[in-house]
């Protein structure tokens, strides 16, 4: 009986709730919810399962039918579908419930012919022995753990193997329902004991049980005395199962008294449900002690104190808080103040107690996407740290606490992109750090407080773009965590920091496009991951290291235009990532970090051209990030984790033309960004998000011919980009983006035949890649950028004509691009920027009518895309890029009049391009290339159907909605040119 009405409060809640009659020695679950009582039934709406047999049906024949483990339809199709009522308001101010959620119930099959030889036939020694009945039923648990928000199996505690398995395998809360005699208690308890030990020696790792004492048939109202002396008897015996939810201020026995289910003559006749059918408030009704029981389940045990005694505040207790209690006060501005001021007050002002409330507050404010909050926390954990210094200045114990403080304030500025307050706090720290080793250089743990702080001031350079000093200060980090490394190498901790180092010195030799050296440094970190991993595989931070390893890794491979090789990098992250968030679904950071596995495979499914594969890639990562987001929509980070889902998924659709769903993908990512950036105004990042936003819009509103509203979104956008730059004149990134903002502006202007003023923007563009360049020209990417500066000046010019000056523009970028590339020739993004610069000089000379300087620019463009498309086939981009150059050739040689050779360079144009269209049919851009390519090719050979053929892309494009608005003139002339070789 509790189990059917708890089962349908909970459903009644809006939980997926599965009920599972275990009980296959006395079955008959089912019978509450089939019409055995007209009150319970006039509520219900039972649809019965396709398959009658029930559980013990699925145990007996799992081993002959599923011996791989549990088919989903085979349990699936033997469940009652239930529907339930709305649950009622409690207030009629209240805010309304969820809505209720159909109820599954798996019957024993009890009521299908020859159950009871079934079950005396029916051995589980040999579904153990013989069938892996162990691990079939572990399966069986992960679906239903799946599926379900909360399983309720009935089963009665005894020594069978059926009460086994519901008592030590199947369950993590165990609801112990028990009536006030000798038997019932003391009989009962000794087993809950065996349990708990037999799940420490069970061969699949078991967490010890929530204990849910209920205690059932209750008539203390009649017999008072006795009442009293079995409440102080039960009270005690149960102590002690209670004392990981229930807390400590409040009485056993009170919680006793509240979760008591009263016998009740009435509800002894029959099987009724008396949450439908009478009070859930009244004490001496069945209905408040289920309703209760429900509650604290669908809870989690979170609040089980209010649910227990409703106006329950709990005493906080700094000492022992844990995250849940932080994060609560995180989320309530008036209780986080009162446990800071109580903290103050009990602890005193100038407390390690108070500064250690004031850091968690602040970590798991910074963890909720809180920064705002973060930084005020950790700004009065450093204001308690300094009081202290004043109070006992040669105490080191009080620098370390201000060392610590100020590593996690510069951390919180430093993620919100103010890294100028950043770099303050970390130089403030690593003088402290300095000061606690020189006077005690044997210290190792002041040893480690020293790399940190030299950590931390390599991630402001590296962010200020100033690569040469981080390095310096990486490898001033790494020096010291080898000598700790190597003074102890069993010591893990020492390991893990030297990892990290290696991934730190890494990224920046990435950044300064030295790849063959930046591979080296992730692979010496995975190397001594892989080693930590194999000592503790159960350690799920050494895990989650060795799959960064493998991203990084595949970072670089992607960069050396290695896709395949980054791909397998990137699914080995990803099987890694699956593990953990399967091990511990309650986890988040496994959750989240399952996303950016996700993330990283449909980068480069999108740059193999495979859009349908990388669209599942980015909606899988989106699936998670919106279930993170709803559970808990002040996570700030999550939310902003879904705006990035969103742009992703837009980036996929623009590229099959369909620019309608990918405006409104990058509307929803904005939608989010603004939130965020309105939430706190302080946080760059959210700023900056918006700003990407809006960059995006404008680029779809600029392919849909929407040249007027495409300018106002790049304005809007580089209005952010200013301010941020403004702020923060050290942000490299900040005006990175104010310089990528210009160049939008200048493309709109552009393509309005503005020509000026896009020249104008183009060079404030340039201006701030030069001064880039300029302050450190070890930074690779900085003079990559300038080559583009240079690139966008030389288009402008071209297009009036000034074709001096633009030949001029793109032998200064090509100057450039040739110094990078012979920096690190397996660099395939520069080795391609390369290409590009061979091929605009060419269409210069080209323009100037020099065809033979124009053929040799193609042809040298051509020799890259041929070595990038022979190094990796895979890479859809540089099968395209190849195509255009042959394209551009046989143009040159058709221009010379050498008919043979042209038509031979604009069939292997083709050959490509139709490769590509057939590879992927929802690529609009290689839909568009073939047409070009049948176009070329109907220029040369008229009368051979290439009209006809581009013609029939091209009105498959229209159908579909997938030609932009700025390419409809080509259905005309295909139409024309068609209707002509007809």
């Known amino acids: 009986m509790a189990l059917a009405n708890v089962g349908v409060q909970l459903a009644r809640r809006g939980k997926r709730v599965l009920l599972v009659d275990w009980d296959l020695e006395a079955p008959g679950l089912e019978r509450y919810f089939l019409a055995t009582d007209p009150a319970t039934a006039a509520q219900l709406s039972v649809s019965m399962p396709p398959d009658r047999t029930g559980l013990l049906d699925l145990l007996a024949t799992a081993a002959a039918s599923m011996p791989n483990g549990p088919v989903l339809q085979a349990w699936q199709r033997r469940c009652f579908s239930i529907v339930v009522p709305e649950l009622p308001r409690s207030k009629p101010a209240a805010p309304a419930p969820p809505p209720p959620q159909p109820l599954d119930l798996l019957g024993s099959g009890v009521d299908t012919t020859q159950y009871a030889s079934r079950l005396q036939s029916f051995s589980w ?20 753990k799946e599926a379900y928000d909360i399983v309720l199996i009935d089963s009665r505690t005894g020594l069978t193997d059926s009460g086994g398995v519901c008592t030590v395998q199947m369950p993590d809360t165990l609801v112990f329902v028990f009536a006030a005699n000798t038997q019932s208690l003391d009989d009962g308890l000794p087993f809950i004991d065996g349990a708990q030990r037999a799940r420490t020696a069970f061969a699949f790792e078991r967490a010890p049980l929530t204990v849910i004492p209920l205690l059932a048939r209750w008539e203390g109202d009649q017999e008072v005395d006795l009442a009293d002396a079995w409440l102080g008897r039960i009270e005690t015996a149960v102590a002690t199962l209670v004392d990981t939810w229930l807390p400590s201020d409040i009485p056993v026995r009170r919680m006793l008294e509240r979760l008591r289910v009263p016998h009740v003559a009435r509800f002894s006749f029959g099987e009724p449900l008396p949450v439908l059918t009478h009070s859930l408030s009244d004490p001496d009704r069945p209905g408040l002690a289920y309703d209760l029981l429900a509650e604290i389940l669908a809870d989690g045990f979170v609040n089980a104190g209010r649910i227990i005694e409703p106006g329950y505040r709990p005493a906080f207790d700094p000492n022992h808080a844990t995250d849940a209690e932080i994060d609560a006060l995180v989320q309530d501005d008036s209780a986080r103040e009162a446990a800071v001021k109580e903290a103050e007050e009990r602890f005193g002002r100038r407390s390690f107690v108070l500064i250690d409330l004031l850091v968690q507050l602040g970590k798991r404010a910074q963890r909720a996407g809180r920064l705002a909050l973060a930084d005020r926390m950790i700004q009065r954990a450093v204001l308690t740290a300094r009081r202290r210094i004043e109070s006992e200045p040669n105490n080191p114990e009080n620098e370390r606490t201000l060392l610590e403080a100020l590593l996690l304030q510069g951390d919180i500025r430093w993620a919100v992109g103010n890294l100028a307050e950043a770099m303050l706090g970390f130089r403030k720290a690593l003088e402290i750090a300095q000061r606690l080793v020189d006077a005690d250089s044997s210290n190792a743990d002041r040893q480690r407080g020293l790399s940190l702080s030299q950590d931390r001031i390599g991630d402001v350079l590296e962010a200020q773009g100033n690569l040469t000093e981080a390095l310096a200060s990486y490898r001033a980090s790494m020096a010291i965590r080898e000598r700790l490394a190597d003074s102890d190498p069993s010591n893990a901790r020492w390991q893990h920091d030297l990892s990290f180092s290696q991934d730190n010195i890494g990224a920046v030799l990435r950044d300064q496009g030295n790849l063959t050296e930046a591979l080296a440094s992730y692979r010496a970190s995975m190397a001594i991951r892989e080693r930590l991993a194999d000592s ?153 998000d918006l700003s990407v936003f809006k960059d995006d819009i404008g680029r779809v509103e600029e392919a849909q011919g929407n040249l007027t509203d495409a300018l106002v979104s790049y304005r809007a956008s580089m209005t952010i980009a200013e301010r941020l730059a403004d702020a923060d004149p050290s942000n490299a990134r900040w005006q990175s983006d104010l310089s990528f903002s210009h160049n939008n502006v200048g493309a709109v202007l552009e393509a309005q035949d503005n020509l000026s003023e896009a020249l104008a923007n183009y060079r404030a563009s340039m201006a701030i890649s030069q001064r880039l360049a300029d302050v450190d020209p070890s930074n690779l990417s900085w003079q990559s950028d300038l080559s583009v500066s240079h690139d966008h000046i030389g288009d402008v010019l071209k297009a009036q004509d000034n074709l001096t000056e633009a030949l001029a523009s793109y032998r200064a970028s090509m100057a450039i691009r040739e110094r990078l590339t012979d920096a690190d020739p397996s660099n395939a993004d520069w080795q391609r920027d390369l290409s590009h610069s061979h091929e605009n000089i060419g269409e210069v000379l080209e323009a100037q009518g020099n065809l033979p300087e124009a053929l040799a620019s193609y042809r040298a463009s051509m020799a890259i895309r041929e070595r990038l498309a022979d190094a990796d086939p895979s890479n859809a981009d540089w099968q395209r890029d190849l195509s255009l150059s042959h394209g551009n050739i046989g143009d040159v040689l058709k221009a010379q009049g050498n008919l043979p050779e042209a038509l031979a360079s604009y069939r292997a144009s083709m050959a490509i391009a139709e490769r590509l269209a057939d590879a992927d049919p929802s690529n609009a851009d290689w839909q568009r290339s073939l047409m070009d390519s049948y176009a070329r090719l109907g220029e040369l050979a008229p009368d051979q159907g290439w009209w006809a053929k581009g013609l029939a892309v091209c009105e498959r494009l229209v159908a579909e909605d997938r030609l932009s608005p700025a390419d409809r003139w080509a259905l005309d002339v295909f139409q024309r040119r068609a209707k002509d070789d007809a």
């Open 125 to 144: 020694e040999s579904f153990f022995s013989e069938f892996k009945g162990g691990q079939w039923l572990e399966d069986l648990r992960g679906q239903w």
């Open 536 to 688: 503790d595989p159960s350690n799920a931070r050494w895990q989650h290291d060795l799959s960064l390893s493998q991203d990084n890794i595949g970072q670089v491979l992607e960069a050396q235009g290695n896709l395949s090789e980054a791909l397998v990098s990137y699914r080995a992250s990803m099987k890694i990532a699956e593990r953990l968030a399967e091990a511990d679904p309650s986890d988040h950071r496994w959750q989240r970090n399952l996303t950016f596995s996700h993330q990283n495979i449909g980068d480069v499914l999108m740059a193999q051209g495979n859009l349908t594969e990388a669209l599942a890639s980015y909606r899988a990562a989106m699936a998670i990030r919106e279930r993170l987001a709803d559970a808990d929509p002040s996570n700030a980070r999550w939310q902003s984790d879904l705006s990035h889902s969103h742009g992703s998924i837009g980036v996929v659709l623009e590229a099959q033309g369909n620019l309608p769903e990918a405006l409104a993908s990058y509307r929803a990512s904005m939608t989010i960004a603004e939130r965020l950036a309105d939430a706190d105004p302080s946080n760059a990042l959210w700023q900056r």
